[in-house]
């Protein structure tokens, strides 16, 4: 119930391509979801963060797709960049400072 | 601002050693956590503390110990140190409780124990 699923794992996309990261879970009580990036030996930063209100939120290159009835939400990377190239978590709460995080993934976007 | 820092970048201990890990923040934050992010298994919360001079539980809390006794400094402990807890560990600090408050990290300490 307190999970979140991320897929995939590594992926790796060409320069100017779309990068898709996927998350899932089942705890309807959720109500908050951030993505954050860490690049190697850095902390995550909070990248871009959506509430189950809205379907869809885009800042800059970064979306993210939110599907409610699904319970799945998504970041999509376009135009993808070398500089993109980090791991990504995505995360969950519920009304509280507690995030449930996912495994990560770590995207390589080649030059 | 040097937002969140973290004392010892890395560390490397042999079982059974003890060690604290020292967490600062200078954000005025009240809220602060302890992380460890393990390969595979994304950042799993270990304690926090949702002012000074109280701490709480998280997910992972065996083996652990923690305190807040400044609202700016949240301690976390190994007494006696097992292979199992070899891992990065991150600190992060948020100004409320609201799930939508930004929590920010710390850049991690690599600990190895031997």
């Known amino acids: 119930q307190q999970q979140v699923k991320q897929s995939p794992q590594s992926l790796i996309v060409q320069k100017g391509g779309i990068s898709i990261i996927n998350c899932a879970y089942e705890?309807?009580?959720?109500?908050?979801f951030p993505w954050y990036q860490q690049f190697p030996g850095k902390g995550p930063a909070l990248l871009i963060a959506i509430r189950p209100d809205v379907s869809e939120k885009k800042e800059g290159r970064f979306t993210i797709s939110f599907n409610k009835s699904a319970k799945q939400f998504s970041l999509h990377i376009m135009d993808s960049q070398p500089g993109d190239s980090a791991t990504y978590f995505c995360a969950a709460s519920s009304g509280t400072y507690k995030y449930i995080f996912g495994t990560g993934t770590r995207l390589k976007v080649l030059a | 601002n040097a937002g969140v820092t973290q004392t010892p970048k890395f560390r490397v201990l042999k079982t059974g050693q003890s060690m604290t890990l020292l967490c600062a923040q200078d954000m005025n934050h009240e809220y602060m956590y302890w992380y460890r992010q393990d390969p595979g298994m994304g950042l799993r919360l270990i304690h926090y503390s949702v002012g000074e001079g109280t701490t709480a539980k998280g997910e992972v809390p065996d083996g652990y110990n923690v305190s807040r006794l400044k609202k700016q400094n949240f301690l976390l402990g190994l007494e006696s140190a097992a292979p199992s807890q070899t891992s990065v560990y991150f600190c992060?600090?948020?100004?409320?409780?609201?799930?939508?408050?930004?929590?920010?990290f710390g850049p991690g300490t690599r600990l190895t124990v031997l």
């Open positions: 992060a600090s948020s100004y409320d409780s609201s799930s939508t408050d930004t929590q920010y």
């Open positions: 705890n309807t009580a959720f109500d908050y």
